[in-house]
């Protein structure tokens, strides 16, 4: 199983994906550049590590101290608002010349069940059209309060690492989401050989879809409009999983016209603020 996205909901999808799945990489959003990942983004020249963290930490082994030790925030002084586990990806990439290779290492420090790999190795910045207008910059579109249109990175051609696309080739699922819609997934789907591995990709490809809205990035739209969003930016999608009775409606009529199969499913917690890992991992096991 391949996941592809960023932040706590490519986190939550792993943590599913560990209960049913005997091979398991993440290919994570590198183009953060608020909190810690911005600022060791601007001062090191490196991928922003905080998403990349998250996704080791969710496939870390339970024998070990290092998935607590990731997580700590450092409370004040220079080092105030790191996590530890940022600044261990950056000091191990520093050390062994390669950021895929600081992962791996990582990966082997936590006793990872899984990979992590980044989307791309280039430093990028996430650009998006907001009813017109151009806004650079994760957090700033983040932000944003008109309608986002469409995303790219700057620069258009960053490179995805070979090891992402071979993945996506030996892949049974390839998994899109949840998240943040532009900010994570997009940002993903954004670098040209993933998407077109995912195109081209044997396994089934499934779009999660998120639980309510994020505001205001995601302010208006339904599950339906989600899925538009990632049709119109060229990804392939043949399976949409997505919350039945949610907040977020799914016009099933509508998704079977574009030619992918809707599955609704109880796949959340019971306050729906989250996926519910077991819940998930059902759901996609019955989809293999």
């Not at 998930?280 to 019955?286: E, F, G, K, V």
């Amino acid at each position: 199983m391949v996941a592809l996205g960023g932040g706590h909901g490519l986190a939550n999808a792993l943590t599913a994906a560990r209960e049913y799945a005997s091979s398991v990489t993440a290919i994570v959003n590198v183009a953060d550049d608020g909190g810690s990942s911005g600022r060791l983004r601007r001062d090191f020249g490196v991928p922003a590590p905080g998403d990349l963290r998250r996704c080791l930490v969710a496939l870390a082994g339970d024998d070990t101290v290092w998935t607590s030790a990731f997580e700590h925030r450092f409370g004040g002084g220079e080092l105030g608002g790191h996590a530890l586990g940022n600044l261990v990806l950056v000091g191990l990439s520093e050390t062994l010349g390669d950021f895929t290779a600081a992962l791996d290492e990582a990966g082997r420090l936590l006793h990872a069940v899984g990979r992590v790999l980044p989307a791309t190795t280039d430093v990028v910045v996430l650009k998006a059209d907001v009813e017109g207008e151009p806004v650079e910059g994760q957090v700033a579109v983040m932000k944003s309060k008109g309608r986002i249109r469409r995303v790219e990175l700057v620069p258009g051609d960053a490179a995805a690492p070979p090891e992402a696309g071979r993945a996506i080739e030996q892949a049974d699922q390839v998994i899109l989401g949840p998240g943040s819609l532009f900010t994570s997934v997009l940002a993903v789907l954004c670098v040209h050989e993933l998407r077109e591995a995912v195109l081209q990709a044997p396994g089934r490809v499934i779009q999660v879809a998120n639980l309510r809205p994020e505001v205001p990035e995601t302010a208006g739209l339904d599950a339906t409009d989600h899925l538009r969003a990632v049709l119109e930016h060229g990804a392939r999608v043949d399976t949409f999983l997505y919350e039945a009775q949610g907040r977020l409606a799914a016009d099933e009529a509508v998704i079977a016209e574009w030619g992918v199969e809707p599955v609704g499913a109880q796949v959340a917690r019971p306050d729906g603020l989250l996926h519910d890992p077991t819940k998930l991992a059902m759901a996609l096991r019955s989809l293999l």
